[in-house]
């Protein structure tokens, strides 16, 4: 992958573009990005940065604060001498001099990726916060989705740079980051900026004894995005946009959520509007005046929604029983809230005092319980839940538990001190502040590791789990496996290749698939296990799968690999897409695959010469012929997949569908028109579509 990415770059830089000038400097940058791409690409960002505290003051765990240092506070310009090693103080500005973020102090490893992560986070806090400053508005458009683009010096920086690569300062801008447009627009902003202080001279004065700590400023330019809807598929769970919305909908939209029968958009100032299903949140005009403005954020459930909006209010809508009206708890909803989580009939927030609330069906956490009550009153620093359970972690360590019990509602009192927590669907697993892991809920569905717990003790990194077993990562490269053995809680089968050089977990309904470092190659090797009709046997293509992996995918019966050379490998259930059959020939054909798609039972790939092809089951996408004949031989460079269907999107934005007719698998003929040209991305719930259509960009 570094190779393609930024081969281009260094042959340039070598003067093999046919110049005769060799920029000796310029390829030593690019040799460390393809480094560091190639080692992102393979173990992640675990290695490259620190962890924070989980049990600090801070109302919610941010694992975006990972490489930044917390120092007592103080009036005056740091000294060099009082900053931890190999770190830097960082400032981020708006275009205007707002202060967005800062001064803070940073590991010189900390990427630009990161950082825009943690600007992310902290506009969102802010904007919680609702406190007027001159930074609020970038801070809302930034909590609303706007694409944040970071200068230095003038120059635009790549995702993949660090701060120490930033004292390099380089004049390249990013070949290969960026669009055209953007690179324009980033370069027409730079050029309007005042020039900033070289190195040398922050360097020359780093001599002192007494000299200021070393500052790298970025200048943060905002890229807010407006589209206007298309909609098509079941007409009852929002694929038909409402005469009475169309002109709405029609342009200003900055992002747009869907649960499984209903859509909400918000709009430029952060006003939502819903349609679909009236039972799962489609229609929201009981709270429509309080829903004009300021919403940043949605959150939902099967059944309804909820909006966050400045200063921390919700408002809720949709199934009353499922969360849809807070009633007793609207009161106390209406400012400081942080966090929502949401079961499959109920919703809890946490506040900025620790606090939780929750609200919906009593059964699955809607209601909290007399002997919990007392202990979520303050505190609580993180929040988490399944379909039928809820779990808060407390500054002290300790946690709490409440919902349904088969769902994990009890909790075994040496479970505390969490730092991550992953669920299924009647089952939590989280890892703890020491690196090890524990599990609790239903045991069939993984709530009972008490048989690998001493392989759990320590060193553990990530966990994958799917409808009823868990996969722990471990540092080391090992996988630890536990739940339902028929879903692959049990992986003796393979133990022996699991033991080092994992770097991911790929589930599907009922098995897994572990990705293994290649020495031998930039991509992996696969291992699976669990159930033999689900994917969980792969060995009539284990030859196939023996390094150059480079993606793998799974529906809820099968496997899809894509190698370094296009080629596609399938496994699993074949009528859901576990045999290629025939479309084998076409891939190669097409040059190979770059990309592969999923709907629960087919597979869709996106070939070199930008065709198309699918293969599984009909009524889930598994024959993509109709729509390449729409196409006419244009180019596709996206699809987009729900349970029932896919689509994809052309060069020129026309986008085309196929699947199961009334799930979005056909475009209505009154629809067809407004897909002809211009869109830009697309989205769907489980059984509809949505088009985006840009209607503007604005950069501020």
Known sequence: ???????????????????????????????????????????????????????????????????????????????????????????????????LMGPDIVSLKVTVSQIKKRLEVHARNEVIKGRSSRALQLYSFIALGAVVHLLHQRRAVDDMETLQMLFLESEDQGEGSFSPDTMARLASVAASLPSTPTRGAIAAESTRDEAPAARVELTAVVFIHVYGLVAWGDPTAGGSIPWSLSERLSAGITFVVGNTRAFAAVGQQGSVTTWGDPACGGNSAHVAEHLKSRAFQ?????????????????????????????????????????????????????????????????????????????????????????????????EDGSVVAWGEPTSGAVIEANIKNLDSVFCNLRAFAAITTDGGAVAWGA????????????QLQSGVVDIRGNGRAFAALKENGSVVCWGNPDFGGDASSTAHMLKHSVVDVVPSLKAFAALKEDPMSLGYT??????????GDASTVAQSLIGNVLQVIANDWAFA????????????????????????????????????????????????????????????????????????????????????????????????????????????????????????????????????????????
Request: contains cysteine; proline residues 4%.
């Open 298 to 394: 949605l959150c939902y459930n099967e059944w309804a929604f909820t909006a966050f909006r400045e200063g921390g209010q919700l408002v809720c809508w949709g199934d009353a029983d499922a969360g849809g009206a807070p009633q007793e708890a609207a009161p106390a909803l209406t400012s400081g809230v942080v966090k929502v989580c949401a079961t499959e009939f109920a919703f809890a927030a946490l506040k900025e005092n620790g606090q939780v609330i929750a609200w919906g069906d009593p059964s699955v956490g809607g209601e909290l319980p007399e002997a919990v009550k007392p202990k979520l009153m303050s505190g609580v620093v993180n929040l988490w839940s399944n379909t039928g359970a809820f779990v808060a972690a407390k």
């Open 561 to 700: 690999a894509r190698r370094d050379n296009g080629q596609v490998v399938c496994w699993g259930d074949p009528t859901s897409g576990g045999d290629l059959g025939d479309v084998a020939e076409k891939i190669e054909a097409g040059g190979g695959a770059v990309a592969l798609y999923h709907t629960t039972r087919a597979f869709a790939a996106v070939l070199q010469n930008g065709s198309i092809c699918s293969w599984g089951e009909l009524s889930c996408g598994g024959d993509c012929t109709p729509a390449e004949f729409e196409l006419a031989g244009e180019k596709v460079v996206d699809l987009c997949a729900n349970d029932y269907a896919f689509c994809a999107r052309s060069a020129s934005g026309a986008v085309v569908a196929w699947g199961h007719k009334q799930y979005g698998g056909s475009i209505d003929e009154e629809t067809v028109p407004k897909l002809r040209s211009g869109v830009t991305k697309m989205i769907g719930n489980k059984f509809s579509f949505l088009a985006m259509k840009r209607s503007g960009t604005y950069v501020t």
């Open 1 to 99: 992958m570094a190779n393609l990415l930024y081969g281009k770059q260094l042959a340039n830089a070598l003067g093999k573009d046919g110049s005769s000038d060799r920029d000796f400097r310029r390829v030593w940058k690019v040799a460390i990005q393809a480094v560091i791409a190639m080692l992102r690409f393979k173990s992640g960002l675990q290695k490259w940065t620190l962890r924070s505290d989980p049990r600090s003051k801070n109302a919610v765990v941010d694992h975006t604060l990972r490489g930044f240092y917390t120092l007592p506070p103080t009036p005056l310009r740091r000294l060099q001498k009082e900053l931890p090693p190999d770190t830097v103080e960082l400032v981020l500005h708006g275009l205007k001099g707002e202060l």
């Open 526 to 535: 696969v291992h699976t296990w669990g159930d033999p009709q689900a994917g």
């Open 443 to 454: 045991p069939g569905c993984g709530g009972d590791a008490s048989h690998v717990r001493e």
